[in-house]
């Protein structure tokens, strides 16, 4: 599939009063919308993905997948501030005509769900059969929820939360003081920023993954080494993959978005905004991640209406929820079985 783009001509409000003077959405879509609209799965992606859903999470969405174009009208967006085509701090300021980077406004999560909104309306989909996402894609599928009740069916939440973690706070400054202590990142140049990306994305890793899988993965076989560990190594391996395709600045932005996750503002408390959503809800955890932890998940499960909570195994912790699409595949399809039943009690199912 081809990646599109929706061209916003008007001026798009943030949630902080700032305004971008328009508003570019790259998209994906595969399958077709059917005769009733009523075959549209929804896909919010996470931190550094994109729009090309059968790219990043195959074996889940793919031509022979549980998520295929045969049945069904599949839509991912590239989110605001990521520069996967979306309008972000590279896309050009038409009042300097020059690129934003730090001149871009601060955004939120409920802006990324705006945006998604307005690509929806564009699309003449009216409602969401499934609506599904992890970590920050997570993050948008439940403010979406909350924001249009009515329109979103069935939601599935993946190792997210209802309101971003003092934890994972302190993880996204500690990758933004690497960013900043590079001060390339001050000169506004295309690569700037690139040597403190590079270690933001290793300390990221660490909340990634989990001890188990660096104990398998990375461990030494000679016993006489004394420098030059395989962690090591990995650890630059995975900042130098990142830094071939994304930038500092949408990795700066992107982690405050996260960061500005609170159901609750502005809804008088976190339970009272989890009340509003209608959507049938699955929720899945993973039990040893250590950034969205297992806790975060029960809490999502205990306190949205028609909710199931399913937890998973996966060595790697955080990821799983982009690995492990086999488990991930057995649980969705059972979800989308039991769907027709409409689940009107709380099933507390832990596999
Ligand atoms: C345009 C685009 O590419 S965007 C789409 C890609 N990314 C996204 O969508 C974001 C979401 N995806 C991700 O975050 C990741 O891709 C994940 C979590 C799904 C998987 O992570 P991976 O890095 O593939 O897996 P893993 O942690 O096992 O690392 C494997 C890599 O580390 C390398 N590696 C492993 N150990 C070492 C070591 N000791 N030293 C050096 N390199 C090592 C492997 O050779 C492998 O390299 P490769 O990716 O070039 O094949
Ligand atoms: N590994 C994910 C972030 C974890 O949610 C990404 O790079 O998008």
């Known amino acids: 599939m ?3 783009t929706f061209q916003y001509k008007s001026a798009f409000k943030l949630e902080s009063g700032k305004k971008l003077r328009s508003l570019d959405i790259a998209y994906h879509t595969y399958g077709k919308l059917n005769k009733d609209k009523s075959n549209v799965i929804w896909v919010c992606h996470a931190l550094t993905a994109n729009s090309d859903v059968f790219d990043w999470w195959a074996g889940l969405f793919g031509k022979n997948d549980l998520f295929n174009p045969k049945d069904y009208f599949i839509v991912c967006a590239n989110v605001i501030g990521s520069h996967y085509g979306t309008t972000s701090p590279l896309s050009i300021n038409s009042v300097t005509g020059l690129p934003y980077y730090l001149a871009f406004p601060e955004f939120t999560i409920r802006d990324l769900v705006a945006a998604n909104e307005l690509l929806a309306d564009a699309l003449e ?8 996402g992890g970590s920050l894609g997570g993050q948008q599928a439940l403010e979406w929820s909350i924001i249009a009740p009515e329109r979103i069916k069935n939601l599935v939440l993946i190792a997210s939360n209802a309101k971003h973690s003092p934890w994972g706070i302190a993880f996204n400054e500690s990758q933004r003081l690497a960013i900043t ?10 690569n700037g ?7 933001a994305r290793s300390i990221a890793l660490l909340s990634y993954r989990s001890y188990q899988s660096y104990d398998i993965t990375q461990q030494e076989k000679d016993a006489k080494k004394r420098s030059d560990f395989n962690a090591a190594a990995y650890q630059r391996y995975q900042g130098d993959k990142l830094l071939k395709r994304f930038n500092a ?3 700066y932005y992107l982690t405050k978005a996260m960061d500005s996750h609170n ?9 009272e905004a989890l009340n509003l959503v209608k ?16 806790e975060e998940q029960q809490f999502l499960a205990r306190n949205i209406n028609s909710a199931q909570l399913v937890e998973i195994d996966s060595f790697y912790g955080h990821d799983g929820f982009l690995i492990e699409t086999g488990v991930l595949t057995q ?4 979800f989308i079985k039991k769907d027709s039943i409409k689940l009107d009690s709380k099933i507390l199912k832990i596999a």
């Open 125 to 132: 989909i009216e409602d969401i059969e499934m609506l599904i």
């Open 331 to 334: 649980h969705l399809a059972a």
């Open 279 to 294: 959507a049938n809800t699955l929720v899945i955890g993973i039990k040893n991640d250590l950034l969205f932890p297992i």
């Open 263 to 271: 159901v609750a503002r502005g809804r008088n408390s976190v339970k």
């Open 2 to 4: 081809t990646i599109k």
């Open 249 to 251: 600045y949408s990795y």
């Open 181 to 190: 202590t590079d001060r390339t990142f001050y000169g506004n140049a295309k």
């Open 193 to 199: 920023g690139a040597k403190g990306l590079r270690a």
